[in-house]
Nanobody, 126 residues
């Protein structure tokens, strides 16, 4: 059983930066992928970014491309999301997700991930 623990959320002014962390316990590797989704009340979880363990390939939503960077520290089983040039529309609960066998075409679909963290609140406001 994989458990995910996020940290790093908070309140930041527009244009500011935050770095989120998500550490997995219980095993990674192989075709593993980890991702960040954003949850806003009344809306479905929105894909933000993902990274595949094999090859380190990264994927981003159009809304964050060029501003956010996802990276993986394999020895630490940790994924980071560096968020720069934050906007009020980036506000939400950021949830870490992981799956050991997810395929490329499913990376953007929250329903395809087996494991989820509790989420960390990010608020962008002046």
């Amino acid at each position: 059983q994989v458990q995910l623990a996020e940290s790093g959320g908070g309140l930041v002014q527009p244009g500011g930066s935050l770095r989120l962390s998500c550490t997995a316990s219980g095993g990674t590797g192989g075709s593993y992928a980890m991702a960040w989704f954003r949850q806003v009340p009344g809306q479905e979880r929105e894909f933000v970014a993902a990274v595949r363990w094999r090859g380190g390939h990264t994927y981003y939503s159009d809304s964050v491309k060029g501003r956010f960077t996802i990276s993986a520290d394999k020895p630490k089983n940790t994924v980071y999301l560096q968020m720069n040039s934050l906007k009020p529309t980036d506000t939400g609960i950021y949830c870490c997700a992981a799956d050991p066998t997810i395929i490329l075409s499913s990376l953007f679909d929250a329903r395809q991930y087996s494991y989820w963290g509790q989420g960390t609140q990010v608020t962008v406001s002046s």
